[in-house]
């Protein structure tokens, strides 16, 4: 089994997740400071339609958040895979070269 193009694909799936969390947390900011600000802005008629809405929804931002954190988490864990595919791939050179020198 090739493990350095697993954890490669793994690590590229973990920075895809964490760029679309990111944008959704980025355009909920977005959304929310149009709403303050309509919100702000003197009119003599009561507030209607999406700008009675928190200017943060809650649901997508929380959703957002845990997962940026667990694209953290997986980008973390591949990067971990490609560390231990090097150190396994060490060692084996190493068994290879003392066998090498063993049998003369």
Known sequence: MRIIPIALAGLRN??????????KIVEA???GAAQVEARSAPT???????LVSPPF???????STVDLKTART??????????????????LIETGDR?????G
């Open 57 to 63: 929804p809650e649901a997508d931002l929380i959703t």
């Open 74 to 91: 997986a980008f973390a864990a591949a990067a971990r895979l490609l560390k231990t595919a090097d150190e396994l791939d060490r060692s």
């Open 99 to 103: 066998i090498r020198e063993r049998r």
């Open 44 to 50: 003599s008629l009561p507030p209607s339609g999406p």
């Open 29 to 31: 900011g977005t959304d």
């Open 14 to 23: 973990a920075q895809a997740r964490a760029d679309r969390a990111a944008q």
